[in-house]
């Protein structure tokens, strides 16, 4: 068996004294798309932080394609070829649309290319919108366009893998909908995606397997179907 793309290992991270993820198992196999679920607080947006080591692991080893990533720095994490869609946006609000993606570019981490490399033209051609407004700045776009230029920013690194921390949230559906679809064309193509989004359907969707995590535990792992069939595990831990 293939080491897969990404794997946590018991991983347990803390603000300060206080504790926050008590030991998290996470695997995401090359090519599939994971999604992470959870209500708030319950630590998804922390795991992320962990992986791009923008925080310690206090014990439990993450570990990208068999190599433990502790000690490295995010910069150093990303350009292995993790591309993060943080949660908030964080775009650039005085560069340009424009000037944001070509800032980021990247080729490929050495062996990680899943595909055709992403340029400007590929990017507007996922997002049309992005292309209209080029010389817009970040500060001046809805929230759906400054999420659009979020993962347009992450895809010019060209990573292996793509974590999306709440990419739909508080956006409007239809907009909502244009990502889910992004989503869904990555997938076709290739791209192993971590997604952390409450909407349980659409994740359904797209995910190839599915983790719930509750107060700093993988405390449930599964297909969509089993999810689905299961609306008992749905309420008692995502509250729906
Ligand atoms: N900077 C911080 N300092 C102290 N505690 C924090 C900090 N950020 C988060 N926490 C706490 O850590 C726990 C996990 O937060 P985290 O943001 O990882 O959860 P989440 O599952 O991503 O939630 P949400 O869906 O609300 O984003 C929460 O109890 C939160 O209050």
Do not use: C
């Amino acid at each position: 068996m293939t080491a897969p793309l990404l794997a946590l290992e018991g991983v347990a991270a803390a603000y300060g004294r206080t504790p926050v993820l008590f030991g998290v198992d996470l695997t995401v196999p090359a090519g599939e798309v994971v999604a992470l679920m959870g209500r708030n607080g319950m630590g998804k947006t922390t795991t992320v932080r962990t992986i791009m080591g923008l925080m310690p692991a206090t014990a439990g080893r993450v570990v990208w394609r068999g190599r433990d990533l502790a000690g490295l720095a995010p910069h150093r994490i990303a350009h292995l070829g993790l591309g993060l869609v943080p949660e908030g946006r964080r775009v650039f609000p005085t560069l340009t649309v424009r000037e944001t993606l070509v800032a980021t570019a990247r080729p490929p981490a050495p062996g990680s290319a899943t595909g055709e490399p992403w340029t400007l033209d590929r990017v507007h051609g996922l997002f049309p919108r992005l292309a209209e407004r080029a010389d817009s700045l970040g500060g001046q776009l809805s929230g759906g366009e400054q999420q659009m230029l979020a993962i347009g920013r992450a895809l010019m690194t060209n990573p292996a893998l793509l974590i999306l921390d709440e990419a739909t949230e508080g956006l409007a559906p239809v907009i909502r909908d244009q990502i889910w679809a992004v989503l869904g064309r990555l997938k076709a193509e290739g791209l192993s995606i971590l997604v952390i989004d409450k909407t349980v359907s659409a994740l359904a969707r797209v995910a190839d397997r599915m983790a719930i995590l509750e107060k700093g535990r993988v405390v449930w792992t599964g297909t969509p179907a089993a999810l689905l069939a299961a609306p008992d595990v749905q309420h008692r831990h995502l509250g729906v």
